[in-house]
C-alpha cells in the first residue's frame, strides 16, 4: 500500500518562508521518481484546490497562478522526496497542504484532483502575525 507523508508544515509569519516535504514510506516500496507528484491545499471552508506539481522523466513542473513566482516544486531522487518551498507566504496561503501521486506511474498528469489516487495525510501551514 502506498504511503504518503507530509512534513514540514507549521506557523509563520507573512513574508516568511516554509520548506514541505513528501515523502514515500520504506514500506511501501513507492519510487516517487516514477510518478507525478502534485500538492494540493485545502483551507478552512473552501474546496481543495492544486498548487503545483512535478512529472516524472523530465522533471516538468505546474503551478497555479497564485503560486507562481513565490513556490518551487523540486525532487530528490536519492531521498525519494518532494519538496514545496514555499516564499513571500501570504495570509491566504493558510491551508491543510496535502501531497499526492497517481495510480499508474509516468502518468502526465494534470493539476487536477482527479488524477491523484494516492493522498497523505496533510501538513498544517497557517500564515499570520
Known amino acids: 500500500q502506498v504511503q504518503l507523508v507530509e512534513s514540514g508544515g507549521g506557523l509563520v509569519q507573512p513574508g516568511e518562508s516554509l520548506r514541505l516535504s513528501c515523502a514515500a514510506s520504506a514500506v511501501s516500496g513507492f519510487t516517487l521518481a516514477d510518478y507525478t507528484i502534485a500538492w494540493f491545499r485545502q483551507a478552512p471552508g473552501k474546496e481543495r484546490e492544486a498548487v503545483s506539481l512535478i512529472r516524472p522523466a523530465d522533471g516538468t513542473t505546474m503551478y497555479v497562478d497564485s503560486a507562481k513566482g513565490r513556490f518551487t516544486i523540486s525532487r530528490d531522487n536519492a531521498k525519494n522526496t518532494v519538496y514545496l518551498q514555499m516564499n513571500s507566504l501570504k495570509p491566504e496561503d493558510t491551508a491543510v497542504y496535502y501531497c499526492?501521486?497517481?495510480?499508474?506511474?509516468?502518468?502526465?498528469?494534470?493539476?487536477?484532483?482527479?488524477?491523484?489516487?494516492?493522498w497523505g495525510q496533510g501538513t498544517q501551514v497557517t500564515v499570520s502575525s
Open positions: 499526492a501521486a497517481p495510480r499508474i506511474p509516468f502518468l502526465v498528469a494534470t493539476l487536477t484532483a482527479h488524477d491523484f489516487a494516492y
